[in-house]
C-alpha cells in the first residue's frame, strides 16, 4: 500500500467534502452543541462545586458550635456528608443526576442518598443531560454517518472509481485514503474539544490521577470515531447506491444507540427485579428488633449481655462498673445494626450488578455501550463512584457514633444521679471537634479502568476487527 496514494485519496476526499454547501451549517451547529454544552457543564460543576462545599462546611460549624451535650444527643444530632462533583464530570455528567449528592448521617439509623438533581428538576431531564459526552456518543456518529455514506458509493455510481482504478489505485488505498480523510474531519471536532476540557482542567485543577484519566478519555473517543469511520466506509463500499448506504447506517445507529441500550436496561431489571426503598429498610429494621433494641433496657439480648458483663467485672449493678454501661450498650447496638445493614446493602449491590451485568455485558456486540461505560468511569459519574461515595459516608457514620459512645462510657458517670440535667450527664463542647469532618475522596485512576476491562478490551477488539474488515473487503470489492 503506498503513503503517497492514500494521502491524495485522503485529502481529494476532504477538498470535495467542502465543496458541500451543507457542511458549514452543519459544522456551525455541532461546534455551537459543543460549546455550548462545555459552558454549562463547566458552570454546572463550579456551581454545584461552590454549593457543596459551602454546605458541607456549615453542616461541620453547626456540629461543632453545639454546647456541652450528652454524646449520645450528639450522636443523633448528626451531621451531613456531600457527594463532591469530579473535574471530568463537566465532559459527561453520566448518571449523577439521578444517584443523590448529601446523605444525613445519625446514630442507629442508615439513611440514603438524597436531593438528586432529577429530583428537584422537571420531567424533562429524563430525556438526557446535554454534554460534551451525550453530543459525540449520539449526534457525532449520525454527524459521521453523513458525511461518509457517499464516500464510494457516488464514486461508484457517476464512474469515478472506474478511473481511479484504471491510473492505477488499489482498493486498499481507496478504503484507506477515504477512511483517513473521514476521521480528519472528525479531528475538526474532537480537538477542539479536547482543547476546551484542557484549559476547563488546568483552571481547575484536581488530584494526580486526573490528567490519566483525561488521556484515556481523549484515546477512548479517537478510537470510536476511528471505529465509525471505517464501518461508514465499509458500509458505503458494499452498497450499490448512496441512499442505500444511508439507510444501513441510519438503521446501525438505531439499533446500537437506541434499541439496544433500551432493552438491556429492561432486561436487567425484568430478571433481577431489586426491592423498593420501603421494603429495603423494613426488612432491615424487623431484623435489627429480631436482633434486639439497645435502648430497651428488658430487650432479652441486651439483658443477657447486661449479665455477662456484670459477671466478668464482677459487680451486682451497672453504677459499679468502671465505665458508662449505657455507652457500651449502645456501641453494641450500633455494631448489630451496622453489620445488619451492611449485610442488606451488599445484597442490594449484588442485585444492580447483575442488573448492570446485562448492559455491561451488550459492550461486546455494541461498542456504543462500551464508550459510554468507559466515559463514565473515566468521568466519575459512573455507578461505581456512586456506591464508593455510599460506602465512605457509612464508614465515617459509624465511626462517629461509635466516638460519641466511647466519650458516653469515658466521660459520663456510671452513677445514677437525679435530674435530667447537670455537668454529669454532659461533655464538653470541645471533644466535637476531635472528631475530622467528612471528606470525599474519589478513587484512582487504576481501578476506574479496571472496572470497565471489559469495555476497553471490546473497543480494541472492534477496531482491530474493523481494520481487518477493510483489509478483506478491500479483495472483494467492485467498481461496479
Known amino acids: 500500500m503506498r503513503k503517497e496514494t492514500v494521502l491524495l485519496i485522503a485529502r481529494h476526499f476532504w477538498v470535495n467534502t467542502f465543496k458541500t454547501k451543507a457542511i458549514y451549517p452543519l459544522m456551525t451547529v455541532i461546534f455551537g452543541l459543543l460549546c455550548f454544552s462545555a ?64 446523605v444525613f448521617l445519625e446514630a442507629h439509623k442508615q439513611n440514603s442518598v438524597n436531593f438528586s438533581e432529577a429530583s428537584l428538576s422537571t420531567g424533562l431531564l429524563r430525556f438526557g443531560e446535554l454534554s460534551m459526552a451525550m453530543i459525540l456518543q449520539t449526534v457525532f456518529p449520525l454527524i459521521i454517518f453523513f458525511l461518509g455514506f457517499s464516500a464510494v458509493s457516488a464514486d461508484r455510481e457517476n464512474g469515478t472509481l472506474k478511473i481511479i482504478l484504471t491510473q492505477g489505485a488499489r482498493w486498499k488505498e481507496i478504503l484507506m485514503g477515504k477512511t483517513l480523510g473521514l476521521m480528519a474531519l472528525t479531528l475538526l471536532c474532537l480537538v477542539p474539544v479536547g482543547l476546551l476540557m484542557l484549559f476547563f482542567l488546568i483552571a481547575e485543577g484536581g488530584d494526580a490521577g486526573l490528567w490519566p484519566r483525561f488521556f484515556v478519555l481523549g484515546l ?148 456504543y455501550i462500551a464508550v459510554k461505560n468507559l466515559s463514565m468511569a473515566l468521568s466519575g459519574t459512573d455507578f461505581a463512584a456512586y456506591v464508593d461515595f455510599q460506602d465512605q459516608a457509612e464508614k465515617y457514620r459509624y465511626e462517629l457514633a461509635q466516638k460519641m459512645n466511647e466519650l458516653q462510657m469515658e466521660y459520663i458517670s456510671p452513677a445514677k444521679v437525679s435530674g435530667s440535667n447537670g455537668k454529669t450527664h454532659v461533655v464538653g463542647k470541645e471533644n466535637w471537634s476531635e472528631m475530622p469532618d467528612f471528606h470525599h475522596r474519589f478513587f484512582s485512576f487504576g481501578r476506574a479502568v479496571k472496572n470497565e476491562l471489559l469495555s476497553l478490551i471490546s473497543l480494541v477488539l472492534w477496531c482491530l476487527a474493523a481494520v481487518w474488515y477493510i483489509s478483506y473487503l478491500s479483495k472483494k470489492a467492485k467498481s461496479v
Open 220 to 367: 477512548v473517543y479517537g478510537m470510536f470515531f476511528m471505529l465509525l469511520s471505517m464501518v461508514t466506509i465499509a458500509v458505503s463500499t458494499s452498497s450499490a447506491k448512496s441512499k442505500n448506504a444511508l439507510i444501513k447506517l441510519l438503521a446501525i445507529w438505531l439499533l446500537l444507540v437506541v434499541l439496544l441500550p433500551r432493552s438491556s436496561q429492561a432486561l436487567g431489571s425484568y430478571f433481577f427485579p431489586s426491592p423498593s426503598k420501603v421494603e429495603f429498610q423494613s426488612v432491615i429494621e424487623e431484623e435489627i428488633i429480631q436482633k434486639g433494641d439497645s435502648h430497651n433496657p428488658n430487650d432479652p439480648y441486651f439483658k443477657q449481655l447486661k449479665d455477662s458483663v456484670l459477671k466478668v467485672h464482677q459487680v451486682s449493678s451497672v453504677e459499679e462498673l468502671p465505665f458508662n454501661y449505657g455507652g457500651f450498650v449502645m456501641g453494641q447496638g450500633e455494631k448489630n445494626s451496622s453489620v445488619i445493614y451492611e449485610n442488606h446493602l451488599n445484597e442490594l449491590m449484588q442485585i444492580y450488578k447483575k442488573q448492570n451485568s446485562i448492559s455491561e455485558l451488550t459492550a461486546v456486540i455494541n461498542p
Open 39 to 102: 459552558y454549562t457543564g463547566w458552570t454546572n460543576y463550579e456551581k454545584q462545586t461552590e454549593i457543596r462545599s459551602h454546605y458541607q462546611h456549615e453542616a461541620r460549624e453547626s456540629w461543632e458550635s453545639n454546647p456541652d451535650k450528652h454524646p449520645h444527643r450528639m450522636a443523633h444530632f448528626g451531621t451531613f456528608a456531600f457527594r463532591q462533583k469530579y473535574p471530568l464530570s463537566m465532559f459527561d455528567s453520566g448518571i449523577e443526576s439521578f444517584t443523590g449528592n448529601a
